[in-house]
């Protein structure tokens, strides 16, 4: 098993940057895929991005991509959301993620997700 627990969100205006990361305990995530969800008020949790395992590969929600970077350190256990240039439809809670399935390649479902932390809310002000 995993534990997941994000910090770094906050409030910010339009146009700026913040940078989420996601600590991992317990099992290793070397070896998986990671991602990060967003459920802002009154929708359905969204995907927002993935990363494989090793890091030379992401994936990212047409919304987010150019503006948002997903990295991670497999040393230290820690997975990272940066965000430039944001907008006020960025605001939401924000999840990581991680699966029980190692794999080569990132995930972009939900379903393929087995543990997920309590969340990180931003706010983006016009």
């Known amino acids: 098993q995993v534990q997941l627990v994000e910090s770094g969100g906050g409030s910010v205006q339009a146009g700026g940057s913040l940078r989420l990361s996601c600590a991992a305990s317990?099992?290793?995530?070397?070896?998986?895929?990671m991602g990060w969800f967003r459920q802002a008020p009154g929708k359905e949790r969204e995907f927002v991005a993935s990363?494989?395992?090793?890091?030379?590969?992401?994936y990212y929600a047409d919304s987010v991509k150019g503006r948002f970077t997903i990295s991670r350190d497999n040393a230290k256990k820690t997975v990272y959301l940066q965000m430039n240039n944001m907008k006020p439809e960025d605001t939401a809670v924000y999840y990581c993620a991680a699966p029980s399935a190692t794999s080569s390649s990132w995930k972009n479902r939900e379903r393929e997700y087995d543990y997920w932390g309590q969340g990180t809310p931003v706010t983006v002000s016009s």
């Open positions: 317990g099992r290793t995530i070397s070896n998986y895929a």
């Open positions: 990363i494989n395992w090793s890091g030379r590969s992401t």
